[in-house]
C-alpha cells in the first residue's frame, strides 16, 4: 500500500513574494485566533496596563492591520484583516474607556469575547476603503470630493483618529487661508478644527500627523510657539518628516534673523551697505 504523504504547509499562492507568502500566513494565523483571546491579549498589555499604554498598543496594532494597508496581492484576505481590525478596536475602546474597562475585569473575560457580527466588520471595512478614497482625491485637490469620503468613513467608525485627523485637515483646506493678520495678532479662523485635532491628541498624544496638521492650523492663526512645538514632537517621531522639520528651520532661521542686532540682518546687511 501506498504511504500517505505527509501533512506539509500550502506552497505559497503562485506570484507571490516570500513577504507577501509570509504575511499572508500571519493574516490567517492571527484571525484563527484573536477570538480566543482577551482584550488584553489582543493588545498585548498587562491588565494593569496604563491607559497610555493600551492606548501606544492599539496605535500601533492598528497601523499593522488597518484594512487600507492590505497589498493589492492580498485582497483575498482583506476580510480576515478587517476582523482583526474589528477585534482589536472593541478592545482599545473597552479598556480605554474606565467605566467598560471596570466591567469587563469583573467577569466579562472570563468567557471569550463574541465574534463581531458580520455588520459592524462590514462598517469597518468600508470605512477603510472611504478612508482611502479620501486621501487619493485630496492629493488630487478634489478637496469637496475628499471631505465627502472622508465623512463617510468617520460615520462608519467614528473611533478612528486617522478619519477625524484627516477630515479636519480637508476642511481646512476647504476654508482657505485666514484674513491677512497683523504682526504678533493671532486669529480664531480655525479654532474648531484645532480642537478637533486636540481631541484627537488627547487620545493618540503621538500621533505624528494630527500634530503636524495641528502646527499647520497653529502656524496661519498666529500662534507660532504652539506651532513650533507640534513641529518639533512630529519630527522626533518621524524623523523622515521633511515638511515638520522644514517648518522648524524656517521659524528657527526667522527668530534668529529677528533677534540678530547687526542692522540689516547682518553680514548681508554690511555688505550691501558698502
Do not use: C
Not at 513577504?19 to 494593569?48: C, P
Not at 517648518?247 to 534673523?257: A, G, I, L
Request: charged share 30%.
Amino acid at each position: 500500500a501506498a504511504v500517505p504523504a505527509p501533512d506539509l504547509p500550502p506552497p505559497p499562492r503562485a506570484g507571490l513574494s516570500p513577504e507577501l507568502a509570509a504575511r499572508r500566513a500571519t493574516v490567517e494565523a492571527r484571525a484563527a485566533t484573536i477570538d480566543g483571546e482577551s482584550f488584553f491579549e489582543m493588545l498585548g498589555v498587562a491588565e494593569d496596563a496604563p491607559p497610555e499604554r493600551v492606548q501606544g498598543a492599539y496605535f500601533t496594532l492598528a497601523k499593522q492591520w488597518h484594512p487600507d494597508r492590505t497589498p493589492p496581492e492580498l485582497q483575498d484576505v482583506k476580510p480576515l484583516v478587517a476582523r482583526v481590525f474589528a477585534r482589536i478596536s472593541e478592545a482599545y475602546q473597552t479598556l480605554s474607556d474606565p467605566r467598560r474597562r471596570a466591567e469587563y475585569l469583573q467577569g466579562s473575560k472570563e468567557s471569550a469575547p463574541p465574534p463581531e457580527d458580520e455588520e459592524k466588520i462590514a462598517r469597518v471595512v468600508d470605512a477603510a476603503l472611504e478612508f482611502q478614497k479620501a486621501e487619493i482625491l485630496l492629493k488630487k485637490n478634489d478637496l469637496l470630493g475628499a471631505e465627502i469620503r472622508a465623512r463617510r468613513a468617520l460615520n462608519e467608525d467614528p473611533e478612528q483618529p486617522e478619519y477625524m485627523t484627516l477630515l479636519a485637515w480637508i476642511q481646512a483646506q476647504r476654508r482657505g487661508e485666514p484674513p491677512a493678520l497683523a504682526e504678533g495678532a493671532t486669529s480664531a479662523y480655525y479654532d474648531d478644527l484645532i480642537q478637533t485635532l486636540d481631541a484627537v491628541l488627547q487620545k493618540e498624544s503621538r500621533y505624528e500627523r494630527a500634530l503636524f496638521y495641528r502646527g499647520m492650523l497653529l502656524k496661519r492663526s498666529g500662534r507660532i510657539d504652539k506651532a513650533i512645538r507640534d513641529f518639533r514632537l512630529a519630527a522626533e517621531i518621524n524623523p523622515k518628516n521633511l515638511d515638520a522639520i522644514r517648518e522648524v528651520r524656517v521659524q528657527e532661521m526667522r527668530s534668529r534673523t529677528s533677534n540678530d542686532p547687526t542692522p540689516a540682518g547682518g553680514i548681508l546687511g554690511k555688505l550691501f551697505k558698502r
